[in-house]
């Protein structure tokens, strides 16, 4: 009961960048279903802090959001090597097959 409660004494503020620092682990987990969940959620979230301090929050959380887009470059430019290595060893098993 008592981490409920701890939740609900959370600032807006604290809970828009704990999501924000989960998301960025998320992404360097690679759980990128997780990170979509998340970042949905965010952009609820963010509309929780008040008016008078949403500038702030908004710029750590675009920063966060900057990171997760380079660890998502990332990841693609593995995934892409991984299917490039995957089809020269498709056609290299045909061309040999063909002999």
Avoid: C, F
Wanted: glycine fraction near 6%; avoid cysteine; aromatic fraction near 2%.
């Amino acid at each position: 009961m008592a981490v409920s409660q701890a939740a609900m004494t959370e600032s807006p503020q604290s809970v828009v960048l704990e999501m924000s620092e989960r998301m960025q682990a998320l992404a360097a987990a690679g759980d990128w279903h997780e990170v979509e969940n998340l970042a949905a959620r965010l952009r609820g979230a963010v509309l929780n802090v008040p008016e008078a301090e949403r500038r702030s929050i908004l710029m750590a959380v675009q920063r966060a959001t900057e990171k997760v887009a380079a660890e998502v470059a990332h990841a693609r430019g593995d995934a892409a090597g991984k299917l490039s290595a995957l089809r020269r060893g498709q056609v290299a098993t045909k061309a040999y097959e063909s002999r």
